[in-house]
């Protein structure tokens, strides 16, 4: 069974402080993707990273693949409250269609 | 952006009764999946789909049935709920290839008293 951990689980930071948030395991992905989600909303995707290294960025946010394929990061720079939900990474098991959920970072940014 | 759509977005049902839950998308993707998804917790995958007639169960065991007809549309049916169906149901959609990349629906978030 693969299993994504997410760390930290919990983030309060103010208005523009810069934060990040990790997604690590022991097993390897064919793809990693990062997802938002606001209470009583679906996931919104991010972002999608496949190549080992790989760094992806959107706008203030920048994503980063580890170079084994087994973990990754998502940074954000001056931090909003508009930055505010639930970020999921999913992790695509090698010859699998499926995606295995982490439990998430809820992130809080106080105005 | 995505277009998957889920109906009702919210229903409070009681014990017993037979409820289906709809899922649709207009991207022409041929896999779908529904998941489960209880308050700050992580997706479970229920059900999924990878084209018309082909269906089957997830990692988490679950007491609901889906039918795959039309390649556009993926209903949820629940024969008899229960309180403990209490939860939040995500549809998801993916097209097919690498990488695996999901379109997620607004989502259902099921009361059962």
């Known amino acids: 069974t693969q299993l994504l951990e997410q760390s930290p689980q919990f983030l309060s930071i103010q208005e523009g402080e810069n934060l990040t948030v990790y997604c690590n395991s022991s097993?390897?992905?064919?793809?990693l993707q990062w997802y938002r989600q606001e209470p009583g909303e679906g996931p919104v995707l991010l972002v999608t990273?496949?190549?080992?290294?790989e760094v992806k960025k959107l706008k203030r946010l920048t994503f980063q693949f580890g170079d084994a394929r087994k973990d990754s990061s998502l940074h954000i720079t001056a931090a909003q409250p508009g930055d505010t939900g639930l970020y999921l990474c999913?992790?695509?098991?090698?010859?699998?269609?499926?995606?295995?959920f982490g439990k998430g970072t809820k992130l809080s940014v106080i105005p | 952006e995505a277009d998957i759509y889920q109906t009702p977005r919210y229903l409070v049902i009681g014990t017993g009764k037979k409820i289906t839950l709809e899922c649709s998308q207009t991207?022409?993707?041929?896999?779908m999946y529904w998941y489960q998804q209880d308050p700050g917790m992580e997706l479970h995958l229920i059900h999924y789909?990878?084209?018309?007639?082909?269906?089957e169960k997830g990692d988490l065991s679950s007491e609901s049935t889906v039918s795959r007809i039309r390649t556009e549309h993926f209903p949820l049916t629940l024969e008899s709920a229960r309180p403990s169906h209490t939860s939040q149901y995500l549809c998801?959609?993916?097209?097919?290839?690498?990488?695996?990349?999901?379109?997620f629906g607004p989502g259902t978030r099921l009361l059962v008293l």
């Open positions: 991207m022409g993707h041929d896999k």
């Open positions: 789909s990878y084209g018309v007639n082909s269906t």
């Open positions: 097993s390897v992905f064919s793809s």
């Open positions: 999913a992790g695509e098991g090698a010859g699998s269609y499926q995606l295995t």
């Open positions: 998801a959609s993916s097209e097919t290839g690498a990488p695996e990349t999901q379109y």
């Open positions: 990273v496949v190549t080992g290294g």
